[in-house]
């Protein structure tokens, strides 16, 4: 039968593993992806107004205000009729709030666990691909050619202790919104190469399709 539109979240703290997911689940579900990060980064470079003030909150590991970021991911949500995947939003109580006040509701959660000591090997060692966008890790997720190699950039947030602050700031925002999608939260262990982290989160959203197919009208 025909497919529902998802409405998924993904979260987890800095560096747990989301965008790497991210690129994975949309490849497979064709959902439209939208991550704040990338967002607001884009804004950053781009030198408008809204940019320029989030880039102090970024640059301390700080929530952006709800005033650029409530917009800014509700309109990406109204463009999105294949269905959205969410990304590092909401990361607060009052943001969880926004979207419940729109009757926006994810119909899944899913929460990707990785121990502190190994998200910041990870940050130190992660860089993007300015033309593609992919993220790589020199060591978990080597770049596949030399001319990808020497084109790579590093984001400015990561360093050993920025990352420190970012976690800060996660910790003390996430059991609020954590309790806001109780009823549908998933928990995937991060930990674990990302094949087999996708593996399950594959499983996830097949067994939620499979609940949200369309029975056609008789
Ligand atoms: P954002 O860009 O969302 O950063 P983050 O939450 O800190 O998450 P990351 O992008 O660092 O990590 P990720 O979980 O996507 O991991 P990745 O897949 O890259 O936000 C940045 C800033 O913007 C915030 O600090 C804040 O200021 C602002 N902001 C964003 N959203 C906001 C909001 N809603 N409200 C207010 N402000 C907001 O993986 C990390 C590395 O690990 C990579 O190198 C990767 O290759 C590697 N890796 C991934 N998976 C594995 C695996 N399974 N095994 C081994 N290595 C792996």
Redesign the pocket.
């Known amino acids: 039968g025909e497919l529902a539109p998802l409405r998924v979240m993904i979260s987890?703290?800095?560096?747990?593993?989301?965008?790497?997911?991210?690129?994975m689940i949309v490849e497979q579900f064709n959902l439209t992806h939208i991550?704040?990060?990338?967002?607001?980064?884009a804004e950053v470079a781009a030198g408008t107004e809204a940019g320029m003030l989030?880039q102090e909150?970024?640059?301390?590991?700080?929530?952006?205000?709800?005033e650029?970021?409530v917009a800014m991911?509700k309109n990406k949500l109204d463009i999105a009729p294949n269905g959205w995947l969410l990304?590092?939003?909401?990361?607060?109580l009052s943001?969880a709030e926004a979207l419940e006040a729109f009757d926006i509701h994810p119909q899944i959660f899913i929460l990707?666990e990785?121990p502190e000591e190994?998200?910041v090997?990870?940050?130190v060692?992660?860089?993007?691909d300015p033309v593609t966008g992919k993220?790589?890790?020199?060591?978990?997720?080597p770049p596949e050619t030399p001319e990808i190699a020497a084109r790579l950039t590093q984001?400015d947030?990561?360093t050993e202790a920025k990352?420190k602050?970012?976690l800060k700031?996660?910790s003390s925002n996430v059991q609020s919104v954590l309790d806001t999608y109780k009823d549908v939260i998933k928990v995937v262990d991060?930990?674990?190469?990302?094949?087999?982290?996708f593996a399950d989160i594959q499983n996830l959203i097949v067994e939620l399709q499979g609940k949200t197919e369309v029975v056609p009208a008789q």
């Not at 987890?12 to 690129?23: D, L």
């Not at 991550?35 to 980064?41: I, Q």
């Open positions: 987890g703290a800095p560096a747990s593993g989301k965008g790497t997911q991210c690129e991550a704040t990060g990338d967002l607001l980064r989030a909150y970024m640059q301390k590991g700080q929530l952006v205000p709800n650029i970021v991911v990304d590092g939003y909401p990361r607060s943001q990707l990785v190994i998200l090997q990870r940050v060692g992660r860089r993007l993220i790589y890790h020199l060591m978990y997720s984001r947030d990561d990352v602050l970012r700031t996660h991060g930990n674990r190469p990302k094949d087999q982290v």
